[in-house]
T-cell receptor, first 114, second 115 residues
Framework: GNSVTQMEGPVTLSEEAFLTINCTYTATGYPSLFWYVQYPGEGLQLLLKATKADDKGSNKGFEATYRKETTSFHLEKGSVQVSDSAVYFCALKTNSGATNKLIFGTGTLLAVQP | GAGVSQSPSNKVTEKGKDVELRCDPISGHTALYWYRQRLGQGLEFLIYFQGNSAPDKSGLPSDRFSAERTGESVSTLTIQRTQQEDSAVYLC?????????????FGPGTRLTVT
């Protein structure tokens, strides 16, 4: 079946450090891939997405490239800020079927220290 | 405009009691989803409503779980005879339509604790 595996947290970094959160997936067909973020006390928000192989999603300095050959969608940011502290979820949505439900990874807590 | 709202934000209940969780989607959004997040796990899909179509209930974990939606507005998720394993954060999301291209907007969730 379809599934998402992401690196376990928590990830603790100092401000301005480089961030990578790994995400790999298993899916039939050609899924769309997403990163969602949940800031403390807030709802889940879409951070970025990619809908086909080799697409790069980007937003707020974060990037992720859809790699079909390695079934990966790793999240990166060159210089993190304290305000990036949140839980990050990798997710996929398949193109088949009538229900476009999201399938999520377990989430990775990022803590950025000043 | 207003986002997806959920109530209550927190609910503590005794094992065996019934609970109702409410979701108010964004106005005009025809698609509505319920997800559950248990501690240390990812979000699990529960149920999906799209307009007047029959809901997709394939994610409901047992017959103790049910959900209703009135037209294209409020949805209620009901858990009967709650068990401790039902403790989780229940998230609702809505999207403009049910197609794959439409972004899902999430509410803040209801944290359910069954004692």
């Amino acid at each position: 079946g379809n599934s998402v595996t992401q690196m376990e947290g928590p990830v603790t970094l100092s401000e301005e450090a480089f961030l990578t959160i790994n995400c790999t997936y298993t899916a039939t067909g050609y899924p769309s891939l997403f990163w969602y973020v949940q800031y403390p006390g807030e709802g889940l928000q879409l951070l970025l997405k990619a809908t086909k192989a080799d697409d790069k999603g980007s937003n707020k300095g974060f990037e992720a490239t859809y790699r079909k050959e390695t079934t990966s969608f790793h999240l990166e940011k060159g210089s993190v800020q304290v305000s990036d502290s949140a839980v990050y979820f990798c997710a996929l949505k398949t193109n088949s079927g009538a229900t476009n439900k999201l399938i999520f990874g377990t989430g990775t807590l990022l803590a950025v220290q000043p | 405009g207003a986002g997806v709202s959920q109530s209550p934000s927190n609910k503590v209940t005794e094992k065996g009691k019934d609970v109702e969780l409410r979701c108010d989607p964004i106005s005009g959004h025809t698609a509505l989803y319920w997800y559950r997040q248990r501690l240390g796990q990812g979000l699990e899909f529960l149920i999906y409503f799209q307009g007047n179509s029959a809901p997709d209930k394939s994610g409901l974990p047992s017959d103790r779980f049910s959900a209703e939606r009135t037209g294209e507005s409020v949805s209620t998720l009901t858990i009967q005879r709650t068990q401790q394993e039902d403790s989780a954060v229940y998230l609702c999301a809505s999207s403009l339509a049910g197609g794959q291209a439409y972004e899902q907007y999430f509410g803040p969730g209801t944290r359910l604790t069954v004692t």
